[in-house]
């Protein structure tokens, strides 16, 4: 039936030394979560036969929840947006810790020795850091930008080399680097002016350049952080060409998964188009049409094709980019308001959830042919344990 | 869709007695469906329980002093400056005053299974 319920069952026994058998033991490489964000709680998928072992409930508020995993893949880390911040035993199927440490929140990430969470907020504005195994409270960095008067809400948080956290202030228009090497004393580096409302951040794969989508201008603004001293600057300036913007009904989101080989594929905002950039002379390197506003561009591993999916009015399909041909080469229907999309770490599956239709779908990428459905209530954001493993997520 | 949570019932009868409502009140099933994009897509920016995201709160505390038309208007034609899309492509004028009055008394829930 349920494995991790199985699990707790056998070890019980086993603790009280009645127990002739073991307990099944298995790894957590072909595990993964999928957000049911209405009722707070994550369904625990597995990836090899497609399906679902346990529902794991006492989350909280998941709207917009998203999820890292602890470095040894057992553990994920749940943000959800009332604030809470959740761990997760995904062998025991169940929450091991949780605190409510904020109003509001956006997101997370884990350091990159795997000892800390940091949780961006956007009530009261600012990024905390706790203790990855007890989740005890470390230091608390309020995004007080500009003149220092009122904080900003805190986007894009992402990890980088050398234990340190990268994440952006919508309203003050800043990228900061807080160095936790010393987690109860972090010194920030705080760089202003780097743009109009930055709305969502990504770290490249090698962990070199920090990237801050903008949503008030067009335009994206760049940190190399291997060269912090020189500063902030900005690439696709005028993207839009000055052309009036479209409508954005939902934002786009950005992550490591944007970069192929050297290209990165990036949503326009207020436009139609997956634009396309060098990302060894950070020139525009051509851009395709597509069916909506952008809201998730994918790279599929492998890196010869990009799945992307859309905003409200145009969110029941995805489309496939071949990415050296910059076209379109596919479309699917997955079900209404498509949420969010997860390819299996060697990309021979992805996993599409479908809010209005209550599933999520298993498709395979090679034939399109869907592999699976599997129920779920509202499903959002889909996180696989491969993310222990990669720097940004 | 053919029961009327109390909730709902409660906001619908406030606004009413606030003289508030036009003739023009959607049906039943229209009102699910407003209800339910409001929740679900006006809370991607909004947030699900629309206590504010990148796009600030909408409960009745925080709109509780805003006027109504003022407030049918944002939602009909966005907010020039702002993220504030316009939604007047997906619903009616009336249909629009309707979410800003049941916005102020404060959303009903979907009905649960």
């Given at each position: 039936m349920r494995i991790g319920r199985l699990l707790v069952t056998l070890t019980a026994l086993a603790l009280c030394a009645c127990a002739a058998q073991v307990p099944v033991l298995r790894g957590t490489g072909d595990l993964g979560v999928v957000v049911e964000r209405e009722t707070g709680r994550l369904k625990l998928i597995e990836t090899?036969?497609?399906t679902e072992l346990a529902t794991i409930g006492g989350l909280g508020d998941l709207s917009h929840a998203s999820v890292v995993y602890s470095r040894d893949a057992r553990y994920a880390y749940v943000f959800g947006r009332d604030g809470g911040l959740s761990k997760v035993d995904l062998l025991e199927a169940r929450v091991v810790g949780r605190v409510v440490q904020a109003g509001n929140s956006i997101g997370g990430a884990i350091s990159q020795d795997g000892r800390l969470i940091a949780v961006a907020n956007y009530d009261p504005g600012g990024v905390k850091v706790f203790d990855a195994a007890t989740l005890e409270l470390l230091s608390d960095i309020p995004s007080a930008g500009g003149d220092g008067t009122r904080r900003s809400k805190v986007i894009g948080i992402a990890d980088a080399p050398g234990n340190r956290f990268v994440f952006s202030l919508f309203e003050a228009g800043e990228i900061w680097i807080a160095d936790v090497s010393d987690p109860r004393h972090p010194q920030v580096r705080k760089f202003t002016g780097i743009g109009k409302e930055p709305y969502d951040g990504l770290i490249t794969p090698g962990g070199r350049f920090y990237i801050a989508g903008l949503y008030g201008e067009d335009g994206v603004a760049l940190l190399d952080l291997w060269n912090p001293e020189a500063g902030v600057r900005r690439i696709l300036g005028g993207y839009g060409r000055g052309e009036e913007k479209m409508p954005v009904y939902k934002m786009p989101h950005l992550r490591g998964w944007a970069v192929a080989g050297n290209v990165a594929l990036l949503p326009a905002v207020g436009r139609n188009e997956v634009l396309f950039v060098n990302t060894d002379t950070w020139a525009e390197a051509g851009r395709v049409a597509v069916h909506g506003q952008p809201v998730f561009v994918i790279v599929q591993p492998g890196a010869r094709r990009a799945w992307v999916n859309f905003a409200?009015?145009?969110?029941d399909t995805v489309q496939v980019i071949d990415i050296p041909a910059r076209s379109v080469i596919r479309e699917l229907k997955p079900g209404r308001a498509v949420l969010h999309m997860e390819f299996t770490p060697r990309g021979e599956q992805a996993w599409v959830s479908s809010r209005d239709d209550n599933r999520v779908t298993v498709y395979d990428t090679a034939t399109f042919a869907a592999l699976a459905t599997l129920p779920a209530d509202h499903p959002s954001g889909i996180f696989l344990t491969s993310r222990a493993f990669a720097t940004g997520f | 869709m053919d029961r009327v949570p109390i909730g709902w019932a409660v906001a619908v009868s406030g606004a009413l007695a606030a003289g508030?409502?036009?003739?023009?009140?959607?049906?039943p099933e229209r009102r699910a469906q407003l209800v339910e994009m409001v929740r679900q897509d006006c809370g991607s920016c909004h947030g699900l329980t629309l206590k504010g995201g990148l796009g600030p709160s909408l409960l009745p505390s925080a709109l509780g002093d805003k006027d109504a038309v003022s407030l049918q208007y944002t939602i009909l034609d966005g907010r020039r400056g702002t993220a504030m899309p316009p939604w007047r492509p997906f619903m009616g004028e009336d249909e629009a005053l309707w979410i800003a009055h049941t916005l102020k008394n404060g959303l009903p829930e979907r009905e649960r299974k």
């Open positions: 090899s036969g497609r409200f009015p145009n969110n | 508030a409502l036009h003739a023009g009140e959607p049906a």
